[in-house]
């Protein structure tokens, strides 16, 4: 790979966090408006040599990757919401022997939306991984053989099969949260090729917070030093889910209904100690002067959380006001480290 002296190889990492990509959406819209005002044929895709996302954070490292601007991804958010996650009404379904539904909702929707916005970015063709304008890389499980995956972009001698996937299967694959939307299972034919994946659910089970497989990827297969890493992490705000003393579920299904509290618990302190082991590591790597560049941009809720499935206007007009804050307070920190 052709590199200019000391140009820094940059990571773009965004997290999951369901309805709250809307968060990173917005910061990235006023960061690619910023940039354009320099550069304005230049997308926001091409500032970054490596996308990594997480559920959200995969529909959003998708979009980008196609070219489709971040303006036009947070008003994806801003509009389907309540098609994605309509109002939740707790009732039994029966449905032969089996009393209960597998998810809180279909994932019919948000897949139809998903091959409509990435295709119409790909001239009316669905985009494979190998259509994408950037390496990418989306963390998604494996719920056939209780593997992790990591589906990427076909840049590397030894990927041969994530390239010939749909770009718009890999992202439901990577945002079917448990409890939330059922596993993800799809089969594809096409002219690299044809296969089966089954039963594939959120990759934030085990990489909420992507940025450490940015860094693995970048040095252990595209050979990149790690001083030569600067790594841009954007997270969908910190939950900080607090259990008081006082409070107690009345069974089980107060974990997971009509809110899932557990899997949301599971999703941010995945998310937190990602950013604690990325501290630790440049601290460590800085001991022996070779270190990379991090920067997390990310928003503490105060335990006033906006749970991952709200489609309520006054939390979409929350995370709108979140992002251009964070934006507003952050943009010349950002700006700076891309000039790197």
């Known amino acids: 790979m052709d590199k ?10 965004i997290d999951g966090g369901g309805i709250r990509g809307l968060i990173p959406a917005k910061v990235l819209a006023e960061l690619e408006e910023e940039l354009q005002k320099e550069e304005p044929d230049k997308p926001l895709h091409e500032h970054f040599d490596l996308i990594c996302g997480t559920s959200t954070g995969a529909i959003l490292a998708i979009g980008l990757a196609l070219g489709i601007p971040a303006k036009e991804l ?15 009404v707790f009732r039994f379904l029966p449905r032969k022997s089996r009393a209960f539904f597998n998810a809180i909702y279909s994932n019919k929707q948000l897949l139809k939306k998903l091959r409509e916005v990435y295709a119409e970015a790909n001239g009316g063709q669905d985009p494979l991984m190998n ?12 719920g056939n053989d209780g593997a992790i995956n990591v589906l990427k972009t076909k840049h590397h001698l030894e990927y041969r099969r994530d390239y010939k996937l749909p770009a718009y299967h890999v ?8 409890v939330y939307f059922p596993p993800h299972t799809f089969s594809f034919k096409n002219e690299f090729g044809e296969g089966t994946n089954v039963n594939m659910i ?3 089970i085990f990489a909420n917070n992507p940025a450490l497989i940015g860094v ?13 890493i600067a790594l841009l992490s954007l997270g969908t705000g910190q939950g900080k889910q607090i259990i008081k003393r006082t409070w107690r579920p009345k069974n089980v299904f107060d974990w997971l209904f009509p809110n ?3 899997v949301d618990l599971v999703l941010d302190t995945q998310a937190q100690i990602t950013e604690q082991y990325l501290l630790f590591l440049q601290r460590a790597l ?13 928003h503490d809720m105060k335990g006033d959380n906006i749970e991952l499935n709200s489609s309520k206007q006054k939390h979409i007009d929350r995370m709108k006001s979140i992002g251009e804050e964070l934006a507003k307070n952050r943009l010349t920190e950002i700006l700076n480290f891309l000039k790197q």
């Open 131 to 142: 259509d994408l304008k950037n390496k990418v890389c989306i963390p998604a499980f494996n």
């Open 171 to 178: 992202a439901m694959s990577s945002a079917s949260a448990p």
């Open 4 to 13: 200019e002296v000391n140009k820094k190889f940059k990571i773009l990492s």
């Open 260 to 262: 899932p509290k557990l």
């Open 74 to 88: 947070a008003k994806f958010y801003e509009d389907h919401a309540k098609i994605i996650f309509p109002r939740f």
């Open 216 to 228: 693995f990827e970048a040095t252990d297969k595209l050979n990149i030093s790690i001083g030569d």
């Open 286 to 298: 800085g001991k022996i002067g070779n270190t990379f560049s991090h920067l997390r941009i990310q």
């Open 202 to 204: 959120d990759g934030g």
